[in-house]
């Protein structure tokens, strides 16, 4: 059994192991958007030219207009007739 009071060496090098995969697979993912751009442009295209995502965008959004109006600085300062 393991000594619960002694100093693990193994978790520093672990989260030094884990930030540097990390950093790996950011660069490869970066490099793999800048050679392959273009394709996903035209997919996000897609995707937000889809009947879902058009429909979201057409739908009112009730919370988001009721809420600016009570926070609207246009209603703090109306003006005095």
Known sequence: ???RGALDLDAPSAIIGGILCLMIG??????????HEADVQQRWEA???SPWV???RRRPHRCG???????????LFRPVD
Do not use: K
């Open 1 to 3: 059994m393991a000594d």
């Open 26 to 35: 950011v660069a490869w993912l970066w490099r793999w958007l800048a050679h």
């Open 47 to 49: 995707v937000i030219d």
């Open 54 to 56: 058009a429909a979201t």
């Open 65 to 75: 207009h009721s809420s600016e109006a009570r926070l609207s600085p246009r209603r």
